[in-house]
């Protein structure tokens, strides 16, 4: 088996355990540390290991970008702006710890939960859990496609014939013209320029990737870190239940798609 195939499935394992861990216990009101996020300033619902003396709010910003959600807990806060690129999901997250202590934390262990569409009031299945996509896959991603394309590029720049007139001489030293079939050359040089560019932007998206993606698996006290981390997108999924964890919380956000036309394109939380 491909070593892609066992991380793919390796992600999924860890989805589905983090975070219907995470949905069981929401149900069973476990002694579980969790954060439901609402539109309530007090929060959704919470698990019994949030003691009645830790400080939690949650507040929601309407930015140029989208709107941003946020739990403060207590010394940290945790705040999310979900958006979606292509076959992802993207969390643009801050994570503030105020508290005395580091506190830890791994974005490739997020989760997120992918549910039905909500039909007739029946209740929503679930499709999929997994874990988020660590951003070397995202390299090894960019790369392959870059590479699969130029690869096809060439393979048909190499098959592809193009015509021309040339003259030639008889036996009998008397010049004709005729046609004859020749490799494109045309067609190669097109291919390599493309496959130059397509190389230059894969680059530059690798470079991106790497700026932007949360990487720091620890916060000291009296500091921050953003950034983009990555899920797949279901688009047949109308809604999405992202767990983060963070020290010894999780933080859970709905996202809900399919209220509407409108709700799917903004992408907005619930």
């Known amino acids: 088996m491909k070593i892609g195939c066992l991380t793919s499935q390796r992600r999924l394992f860890n989805g589905l355990f983090l975070v219907l861990i995470a949905l069981i216990t929401i149900e069973a009101n476990s002694q579980r540390r969790y954060i439901l996020w609402s539109g309530e ?3 959704g619902q919470r698990g ?3 003691a009645k003396d830790e400080a939690v709010e949650c507040v929601s910003v309407d930015t140029p970008r989208g709107k941003v959600s946020a739990v403060l807990h207590d010394s940290i806060s945790v705040a999310v702006a979900i958006a979606e690129d292509g076959n992802n999901y993207i969390l643009s997250s801050q994570i503030r710890n105020d508290s005395p202590s580091t ?3 791994d974005t490739d ?3 997120a939960a992918h549910f039905t569409q909500a039909k007739n009031g029946s209740d929503r299945k679930l499709i999929l859990a997994e874990t988020a996509i660590p951003s070397r896959d995202l390299f090894k991603k960019i790369t392959t496609a870059a590479n699969q394309e130029t690869e096809i590029d060439t393979y048909m720049a190499d098959v592809a014939r193009t015509t021309e007139v040339r003259e030639l001489r008889r036996s009998d030293g008397t010049r004709y013209r005729t046609t004859v079939i020749t490799p494109d050359q045309d067609a190669k040089r097109i291919a390599n320029d493309r496959g130059e ?3 230059a932007m894969a680059s530059d998206e690798r ?3 790497r700026s932007s993606a949360i990487t720091q698996k620890w916060l000291k006290s009296g500091t921050s870190v953003k950034g983009l ?3 797949r997108r279901l688009k047949k999924a109308g809604l999405v239940i992202f767990s983060l964890k963070v020290a010894e919380t999780t933080y859970i956000f709905r996202f809900q798609t399919d ?4 709700s799917a394109k903004s992408l907005r939380n619930r």
């Open 197 to 199: 560019a397509r190389q």
């Open 109 to 111: 262990l997020w989760g």
């Open 207 to 209: 470079s991106r990737v």
């Open 229 to 231: 981390v990555y899920f």
């Open 103 to 105: 506190i830890e934390f």
């Open 259 to 262: 209220q509407s036309s409108n």
């Open 48 to 50: 019994s290991g949030i």
């Open 41 to 43: 300033k007090q929060c």
